[in-house]
């Protein structure tokens, strides 16, 4: 009985895979790019007050124009010139929530810096704050 014709099948794989490992490099897998972060914004941010850079500080009369960069606490009011469609406004809170309320009875509240409210003809961005003092931009409404 001749065994090798069942030798051959059995060793056809073993050959080709030694053929196979010729001065040829190996194929790797491609590397993946790396990852990147997207580029910042190119349009400026304006950045919120803070109570020690606020431009006109604590002078409240510095808004009757309408604008105004100023540092308020409990009890301020802000007073707006007759050209400003608005009434004034008196500080009901300042601090981690700033509240806002005028002759009429409208209570604006807003918590945080970034926050935004508009009454009148003026809207207040609020910006940071420490204690019970916060520093607000306002500005005529858009």
Not at 27 to 48: D, E, N
Not at 78 to 95: C, E, H, K, M, N
Not at 110 to 139: C, D, F, H, P, Y
């Amino acid at each position: 009985m001749n065994r090798s014709p069942l030798l051959v099948p059995a060793l056809l794989p073993a050959l080709l895979l030694t053929s196979c490992g010729g001065d040829e490099p190996a194929i790797t897998p491609p590397t993946p790019a790396p990852l990147t972060t997207p580029p910042p914004s190119a349009s400026p941010s304006q950045s919120v007050p803070l109570p020690s850079t606020a431009a006109d500080g604590r002078n409240l009369t510095a808004c009757q124009d309408g604008e105004c960069e100023v540092v308020v606490r409990k009890g301020d009011v802000l007073r707006f010139g007759a050209a400003i469609d608005t009434d004034p406004l008196t500080v009901l809170s300042a601090g981690d929530t700033f509240t806002v309320t005028d002759p009429s009875g409208f209570t604006a509240s807003v918590g945080g810096a970034g926050g935004r409210l508009q009454t009148g003809s003026v809207q207040i961005e609020v910006g940071e704050s420490a204690g019970n003092r916060t520093a607000i931009r306002i500005s005529p409404r858009p």
